[in-house]
């Protein structure tokens, strides 16, 4: 009786390996089929555009970059025209006079005109930073729209900048479109440009910007450095509290007596 059990138990044993086994031969087998398909049925879909999306944003994000430096150390001008060496810096006067007075404003819409600079820059050096050739090398039809224009928003505590290029992918019977990329850089250039402007304003009506009041009445957001030159020529240097993007800017005026 008792060696009737055990051979049962036993079966039931062979019985249970034998499942497990069949069960574990089929999951490897379908698992296997299942990427055989994958692969087979891999296509070129938009998921394939990403890689496109981030080399061209790493473009704007590359360039933007050293245009916004270069406006912060040279006054909000890319190429500056009339200017004070400082440090091997050429910063533009954004108030100036050649005589015995208060200055006038070179800059009366300086956010404006920072964009503009911005947005030339931009589409100069963005047509050099961009090469689809890449793409086409490894084996995409890439064909780009003659539109490229670059649009640029600055805000107080940030910059947008936005390029619409449209691009057409294409492989097989699948064609990805793209034609708007973006990049947002966390710079306060509008609000050191509030600062500017209001120091200007200080500059024409009482002869010169005087700070001190200034940054104590802001609690300290704002750090200004004021540099005398001679001749009436000065540099202000500004920038946020625990923030480490500076905007400098000259001015040449006389303090009225």
């Known amino acids: 009786m008792l060696n009737g059990k055990r051979g049962q138990i036993t079966v039931f044993i062979i019985l249970g390996i034998i499942i497990v086994a069949i069960i574990g031969i089929t999951y490897f ?56 060496y400082y440090y091997d810096n050429k910063i533009s006067y954004l108030c100036y006079t050649d005589s015995f007075n208060a200055c006038n404003n070179r800059r009366p819409n300086l956010i404006n005109h920072m964009e503009n600079e911005i947005k030339n820059y931009m589409e100069t050096n963005l047509r050099k930073c961009i090469n689809l050739n890449e793409v086409k090398k490894a084996g995409f039809k890439v064909e780009a729209g003659n539109e490229f224009k670059v649009s640029v928003s600055i805000g107080r505590l940030n910059t947008i900048i936005n390029l619409d290029y449209p691009i057409t992918i294409t492989k097989g019977n699948t ?61 202000y240097i500004l920038n946020l509290r625990n923030d480490p993007y500076i905007f400098q800017y000259a001015v040449r005026s006389y303090a009225r007596a």
Not at 45 to 74: F, M
Not at 226 to 234: A, F, S, W
């Open 175 to 235: 064609i990805v479109k793209e034609n708007r990329f973006t990049n947002t850089f966390d710079v306060p250039l509008g609000r050191l440009a509030e600062v500017v402007n209001y120091g200007i304003d200080e500059e024409i009506t009482a002869g010169e910007f005087y700070t001190v009041p200034y940054m104590l009445r802001h609690q300290g957001e704002i750090e200004i450095q004021k540099q005398e030159i001679r001749d009436g020529n000065r540099i």
């Open 29 to 84: 087998v379908l698992n296997q089929r299942a990427e055989e398909l994958t692969k087979k049925e891999a296509k070129f879909d938009e998921s394939k555009l990403q890689p496109l999306k981030v080399y061209v944003e790493d473009c704007i994000k590359q360039e933007g970059n050293k245009v916004l430096e270069l406006l912060g150390k040279q006054g909000g001008d890319v190429d500056s025209g009339l200017y004070q």
